[in-house]
């Protein structure tokens, strides 16, 4: 049966991934270009294999081939084909088998992409893909099997999780192992670097497009996250510290560094040891963040040691760590920097301490996600770190970022006068002092959130100040309008105003969270067919329950007529699917009525059992629409800054034919 073939595929793809891991460090060793070659051709081999595993995963899942044990407990025959399809992710083994898949991937664009670059690194760049390829390759072989058989056909499969029954679950998840998967990229590069002892900037300059793309798919996948937890576990928020989402927050945070301290590096030939690091933490982050959330480690320590996926990843993690470190140490002679930091008050020290707030974030998430496994380890209890924890220690340390992400900019390379402190400082710092002014005035006392709003507005004055320095200069130069001034401007420097851009987007997610945060009401109450709760200003009608019958499910709702300010304003529907394979865990999807200022959100929370009267709780999350767009605006700064440059593109179409030789 064809379908027989997918274990079998997997097992030649890891032989073809070793087989390419020896040639490529062979022909490293002798400078053979065939030997290099053929480890290439491994690479992409690999590719193809897993991609025909995967596709032979899917095809038992969508055909409900429940003779394979991962296809019957994670589908069943009423099952969405669009579901069907989400589940190669949506349990341990599959989801490995993606994670494979999404390397691959990665690693065969690479070859491609530079095919004709960096001969002396590549070998080792082939070695180090190969090797984090053929480690999870073990895994699906070894112990986390996707073509297990279970030995008999049942009637029917168990069913997806109902939690993963969302369509933001079946594209959030792909986003974050794009992102994820992405940065061993530049790892391999950086291990590269290191192992040929090609430690100046060209891998740094190689490599950055390489970084901001699994980047801007990491940061896709957490705001996809967020968007899930927030109109799907109905309680009111978006972002609750949990294991799960700090561990695709973790790679961001050091990612988000490397990417701003290679700008020191390419500049100025400094911060090379730090940036090796950086992409070092970026990738064993990834790790971990795999680990974590597939070993069950954190969720009780006594069940690690009796899992296969657990000691595995483990072991790979320890290696991996003492590899690179070992392999660092012996190259330090040659990582000397070759400038010095001029100042303290310049764009080099904005860069190292905006480096600084990022790890030191990343560790304090780290420390508060791994505690509970090691209080337990430890001394046998198991001490819970909640949301308060989180926000009370990583709060002060987000402020700090927010300050230099607004007077970094500002600051002069290598060293700023008094009167370029004086010229870039005074808008921005005056637009701070009126703006929580005003909100005091209005009405706002609550010092927190006036010293949130207050650090938005300087970061967004000094990204407005930018644009309009940039763009008046060029007016003078060129007689250009506005908006065409504003769009030469930034493709001009697409790295440049790309990133202010993502800075733009940074702000206006700021301002969701700390409405949220802030601002937030909540009320609840059980009502009869034609009661009422007044939230705010909106006063919310209970109408009575209805039901619908969906083939896996039925969708219990209670339709809510709204008013605002005593205006009809339309109605909001909250519901409860309560699925026929699993009815012990129903779940929400709210009812939402977006407002540009507010959202007013309602959770169908129960009913009796006659259907009398239902229970409900009801949320007014001020500026919530901000986080989305927000996170909208960031992925078009990413665009920006990752487009190909105009001028480059057009210097190197016209390069070829102005080498042609010239025929009378």
């Known amino acids: 049966m064809l379908l027989d073939l997918g274990f079998p595929v997997l097992a ?25 070659a053929s480890a290439r051709n491994a690479v992409l081999a690999v590719a193809a294999l897993v ?11 969508l055909t409900d081939q429940f003779q394979f044990e991962y ?14 399809f989400s589940a190669l992710w949506g349990g341990q083994a599959g989801s490995l088998l993606f994670w494979t898949l999404i390397l691959s991937g990665y690693s065969a664009f690479a070859m491609i992409g530079f095919r004709n670059q960096h001969r002396q690194l590549m070998p080792y760049v082939i070695a180090t893909l190969l090797t984090t390829s053929a480690f999870f390759l073990v895994i699906v072989i070894f112990a986390a099997n996707p073509f297990k058989k279970l030995g008999f056909m049942p009637a029917d499969g168990t069913g997806l999780n109902p939690l993963l029954q969302n369509y933001w679950m079946v594209i959030h998840p792909v986003g974050l192992y794009l992102g994820y998967v992405g940065m061993a ?16 900037n060209t891998w740094i300059s190689s490599i950055r497009r390489w970084t901001l793309v699994p980047w801007l798919f990491l940061s896709l996948g957490i705001l996809m996250g967020s968007q899930w937890a927030y109109i799907e576990l109905g309680w009111g928020g978006y972002w609750a510290w949990d294991a799960v989402e700090n561990a695709s927050l973790l790679p961001w945070l050091t990612a988000t560094a490397f990417l701003h301290s290679i700008v020191i590096q390419e500049r100025r030939g400094m911060l090379k040891v730090w940036n090796l690091v950086l992409v070092f933490l970026t990738y064993e982050l990834v790790l971990i963040g795999t680990f974590i959330t597939r070993s069950g480690v954190i969720e009780s320590v006594h069940a690690f040691a009796l899992s ?31 400038n010095e930091l001029d100042s303290m008050l310049s764009r ?8 600084v707030v990022f790890v030191g974030i990343a560790f304090a998430t780290f420390f508060g996600t791994t505690f509970p496994m090691f209080s337990e380890l430890l001394t046998g209890n198991k001490i819970s770190v909640a949301a308060p924890w989180f926000n009370k220690v990583n709060g002060p340390i987000f402020v700090v970022l927010l300050i230099l992400m607004g007077a970094g900019p500002l600051l002069g390379w290598r060293r700023s006068t008094k009167e370029t402190l004086r010229k870039n400082f005074q808008w921005p710092l005056l637009a701070t002092a009126v703006v929580p002014l005003l909100l005091f005035v209005l009405g706002l006392r609550d010092a927190l959130p006036l010293v949130g709003f207050a650090l938005c507005t300087f970061v967004l004055a000094t990204i407005l100040q930018e644009f309009v320095r940039g763009a008046s200069a060029r007016r003078r130069i060129t007689g250009e309008a506005w908006p065409r001034a504003l769009v030469n401007l930034t493709q001009k420097n697409q790295r440049r105003y790309g990133g202010y851009i993502v800075h733009l987007g940074i702000i206006m997610m700021a301002l969701g969270i700390i409405g949220n945060s802030f601002f937030q009401l909540e009320t609840q109450g059980t009502l009869k067919p034609g009661e009422s709760l007044t939230i705010k200003n909106y006063v919310v009608t209970y109408n009575g329950l209805r039901q619908i019958q969906q083939p896996t499910h039925t969708q219990v709702f209670a339709p809510l007529q709204v008013t605002r300010n005593g205006q009809p304003i339309g109605v909001v529907q909250p519901r409860k699917n309560l699925y026929f394979k699993t009815p ?23 009913w009796d059992s006659n259907g ?35 001028v480059a593109v057009r210097s190197a179409a016209v390069a070829p034919a102005a080498a042609q030789p010239k025929h009378a």
């Open 185 to 200: 990229v530049p790892f391999a590069f950086a291990v590269a670097a290191l192992a040929a002892k090609q430690l100046g």
């Open 584 to 606: 012990d865990q129903p779940t929400s999807e709210v009812g939402l009525r977006i407002f540009p200022t507010e959202d007013l959100y309602a959770v169908l929370a129960g």
């Open 12 to 36: 030649l793809a890891l032989v073809v991934a070793l087989v390419g891991i020896v040639l490529a460090m062979i022909g490293a060793r002798r400078d053979d270009l065939a030997l290099v």
């Open 348 to 355: 080099e020290s904005g860069f190292l301490f905006n480096n």
């Open 51 to 61: 991609l025909l595993a995967a596709v032979l995963l899917w095809i038992a899942l």
């Open 71 to 84: 296809v019957a407990s994670h589908v069943e025959r009423d099952l969405s084909p669009f579901y069907k």
């Open 308 to 338: 296969n996926v657990g000691p595995l990843f483990l072991g790979f993690i320890a290696l991996s760590i003492f590899g690179f470190l070992w392999l660092l140490l012996d190259r330090l002679p040659l990582l000397r920097s070759d």
């Open 612 to 646: 009398d009267t239902a229970s409900f709780k009801l949320f007014v999350n001020p500026l919530m629409v901000f986080l989305w767009i927000g996170g909208l605006v960031l992925a078009l700064g990413t665009l920006v800054a990752l487009w190909p440059h105009t």
